[in-house]
């Protein structure tokens, strides 16, 4: 019998090692990073929406990599007629939600995570669902006016991050338009 190099047992695990941080590799492969201004825009993400609702939520991490403060809004989105950074905080016991005026504080050095349950982008007036496996984009800003395009990946309806499934503990809210978990 011939001898090739993964009937050697270390080749055998070295070849193994490899297949198995494929999928941690190709996930950064793919993972598209934005920047705007000084800001680095990482894992932008957003949920899937049911049928019927007129709002959604769009999430992702900032970090602030300049030396100036930085402000980051939301311009545009090809999936609402409106979107804005909101803020959702507890006052006297009742979680209230509110955009965020001037856009959304970013301190030199500092990394700021948009999540479910407090900031977060909120798309309004939905053109149609957003649907899991789908995408869309929306225009972020910075002060000094730049701009870039981020596409935002759908997860499942209720999902707590890129990649978990539904009904993973997310939050429930309810209310006019809105039906998110």
């Not at 870039?148 to 499934?165: E, L, N, Y």
Request: glycine share 12%.
């Amino acid at each position: 019998m011939q001898e090739t190099f993964l009937s050697k047992p270390h080749w055998r695990a070295a070849a193994l090692f490899a297949l198995a941080l494929t999928p941690l590799l190709a996930g950064q492969a793919v993972a598209a990073d934005y920047r705007v201004g000084s800001l680095d825009i990482t894992q932008p993400w957003a949920r899937a929406t049911p049928k019927g609702a007129t709002t959604g939520a769009a999430y992702l991490t900032a970090t602030n990599s300049g030396s100036q403060t930085e402000r980051l809004s939301c311009a545009s989105s090809d999936a609402a007629a409106t979107c804005q950074i909101h803020e959702m905080a507890m006052d006297n016991g009742v979680m209230k939600m509110r955009p965020v005026e001037g856009g959304l504080e970013i301190k030199p050095g500092e990394t700021v995570t948009l999540k479910p349950g407090g900031y977060h982008i909120m798309l309004e007036g939905l053109k149609a669902p957003l649907k899991a496996g789908g995408k869309f984009e929306a225009t972020l800003t910075a002060n000094d006016g730049a701009s870039v395009k981020v596409d935002f990946p759908v997860a499942a309806i209720g999902a707590k991050a890129p990649g978990s499934s539904a009904g993973s503990g997310g939050m429930k809210m309810q209310g006019p338009g809105m039906q998110m978990h």
